[in-house]
């Protein structure tokens, strides 16, 4: 696939995923009129939809039925890109990392204040519940039951929230290569799993399968977690929508200040290659394949 | 039921859910220590565990099985009563209602900084479903998943995050009968509504029977939470554990600002009374009845 065409395809995925995730939200409509803005505003506000991709090119790779995709599929992305976009609002909290700009535009917190950016993150991460736990009902089988088990997994304590903590505890403070990892492996790493193992769970794959996409996401999850350091340090403001050096101006410990920027590159590129050949060994599906390739050499 | 053998039994029912819902909390250890002990310190802060007792009465009072009540209701008891904390949890923080006290003790942000005030929630609201998750990948019928529906749709925009949107909106502000109406409906009768209602989908009983048992619970869950802003009037901070008068401190409307103090007391004995008839003609639990009736009457 040559970078236009993978582009374009790019492009009419994610505005595909944008229709489907955007059916998901809530009326703004009544008493429930602001808090129904502030959540829509936090999700329509963009991001690459990669999450809820990833759940569906996981669920192709795997050989998932084709007339009964969109029927397993669409809960799912939709709650996994809720559930991410949660994170991010709470992330930019005051308390947190008190960012006022994301992809270009005012945070949900800065436009809404501070207790609906509180409340917009429960009430998306409620929400991402409610969607699973309907298409839980509705299903057939087990699948969606042990989709949805796998992402609250990824995305509690264990998880994605496990190593936001660590990251807030040690803001400002030296940390351990081990520290790092881990902060890597759960905060931005878990979810990425999530979305490849509920793909492949999705697609009704054995948990052989399902265990080795889950390590292939986990891998893709890092290199992406270290190339946002790598740009955090060499990007521009325009380039990345937000204030650059933020993470040094919060006094934070990088990949890249922890292992240089050579480093740094040389793991993106060993671990896309991992995450990429364990792809290729559970099937075909070359957009995947390039999907990871262009997450990790972004230039924003 | 005198009341003496109902205070008796109220405590001993109280002592086994504690055990029960403590064994769904996360190890204190290794790099998860301050979140574990961030998110255990706030469910063992106490706590009437009502919601989850409900749960249990409402899954007793309609003829679940004895056999497997435990396996049953323990998840959703443990995750109803997480769901909770965390909205205390949150409603505690600088940006809402400011609290640095609750039943006498510090709240989880005043003790382990705002950052994790804000993630303690997180942990705990995803906790929950990823236990009730569990509980539905383990279960042979579609019970747990529709009583994890229920919950979900409740704790929600829908429900009680809708509920406390508005209260917050509203603060400082005048409301009006409809708005209070609307916010008491959500915030505190939601999920009493909703533990009525899974307590009964648990127990098998059938979709009349449950919506029944979800009207008793919104009723009690309006009668109190009208006592609930009748305390913060005549209480002392002794009595409630916490700050007198915070509501008039922050400048809210109340069901007694509103409504008067004797409108008050008899709408609470209104709501309560129709809640115990609704009880009274699904089944027989004279302790679920008595629980109503100290719920609306508490001194704190």
């Given at each position: 696939?040559?970078?236009?065409?993978?582009k374009q395809?790019?492009?009419?995925?994610?505005?595909?995923?944008?229709?489907?995730?955007?059916?998901?939200?809530?009326?703004?409509?009544?008493?429930?009129?602001?808090?129904?803005?502030?959540v829509n505003?936090?999700?329509?506000?963009?991001?690459?939809?990669?999450?809820?991709?990833?759940?569906?090119?996981?669920?192709?790779?795997?050989?998932?039925?084709?007339?009964?995709?969109?029927?397993?599929?669409?809960?799912?992305?939709?709650?996994?890109?809720?559930?991410?976009?949660?994170?991010?609002?709470?992330?930019?909290?005051?308390?947190?990392?008190?960012?006022?700009?994301?992809?270009?535009?005012?945070?949900?917190?800065?436009?809404?204040?501070?207790?609906?950016?509180?409340?917009?993150?429960?009430?998306?991460?409620?929400?991402?519940?409610?969607?699973?736990?309907?298409?839980?009902?509705?299903?057939?089988?087990?699948?969606?039951?042990?989709?949805?088990?796998?992402?609250?997994?990824?995305?509690?304590?264990?998880?994605?929230?496990?190593?936001?903590?660590?990251?807030?505890?040690?803001?400002?403070?030296?940390?351990?290569?081990?520290?790092?990892?881990?902060?890597?492996?759960?905060?931005?790493?878990?979810?990425?799993?999530?979305?490849?193992?509920?793909?492949?769970?999705?697609?009704?794959?054995?948990?052989?399968?399902?265990?080795?996409?889950?390590?292939?996401?986990?891998?893709?999850?890092?290199?992406?977690?270290?190339?946002?350091d790598i740009?955090?340090?060499?990007?521009?403001?325009?380039?990345?929508?937000?204030?650059?050096?933020?993470?040094?101006?919060?006094?934070?410990?990088?990949?890249?200040?922890?292992?240089?920027?050579?480093?740094?590159?040389?793991?993106?590129?060993?671990?896309?290659?991992?995450?990429?050949?364990?792809?290729?060994?559970?099937?075909?599906?070359?957009?995947?394949?390039?999907?990871?390739?262009?997450?990790?050499?972004?230039?924003?």
């Amino acid at each position: 696939m040559n970078e236009s065409d993978f582009k374009q395809l790019l492009k009419e995925k994610t505005a595909c995923i944008n229709d489907l995730i955007y059916g998901y939200l809530p009326e703004e409509t009544g008493y429930f009129k602001k808090i129904s803005e502030a959540v829509n505003y936090s999700v329509r506000a963009g991001g690459k939809r990669l999450r809820p991709m990833l759940i569906l090119e996981s669920y192709r790779l795997c050989g998932g039925s084709r007339e009964e995709e969109e029927k397993r599929t669409a809960p799912f992305m939709a709650a996994m890109e809720f559930i991410h976009t949660y994170s991010l609002v709470h992330d930019d909290l005051p308390a947190m990392d008190n960012d006022l700009l994301r992809r270009g535009l005012p945070t949900t917190h800065a436009k809404f204040g501070e207790d609906f950016g509180i409340l917009a993150g429960d009430a998306l991460l409620n929400l991402a519940y409610e969607i699973m736990a309907e298409a839980v009902c509705k299903s057939e089988d087990d699948t969606a039951a042990k989709a949805m088990k796998v992402i609250a997994k990824k995305a509690g304590i264990s998880g994605m929230v496990g190593g936001q903590c660590l990251d807030v505890e040690l803001t400002g403070k030296p940390m351990s290569e081990e520290q790092l990892d881990f902060i890597f492996k759960l905060k931005t790493g878990a979810l990425i799993e999530a979305a490849f193992m509920s793909g492949a769970i999705l697609a009704g794959a054995d948990s052989e399968k399902t265990e080795a996409l889950g390590q292939a996401g986990f891998l893709t999850g890092m290199a992406f977690q270290i190339r946002d350091d790598i740009l955090d340090m060499t990007g521009t403001e325009e380039e990345i929508g937000k204030p650059v050096n933020s993470d040094e101006k919060n006094n934070k410990t990088t990949y890249v200040t922890l292992y240089g920027l050579e480093r740094a590159e040389d793991d993106v590129r060993n671990f896309s290659e991992k995450a990429e050949n364990m792809i290729r060994a559970t099937g075909d599906n070359e957009f995947l394949v390039e999907l990871i390739r262009s997450m990790v050499s972004r230039k924003k």
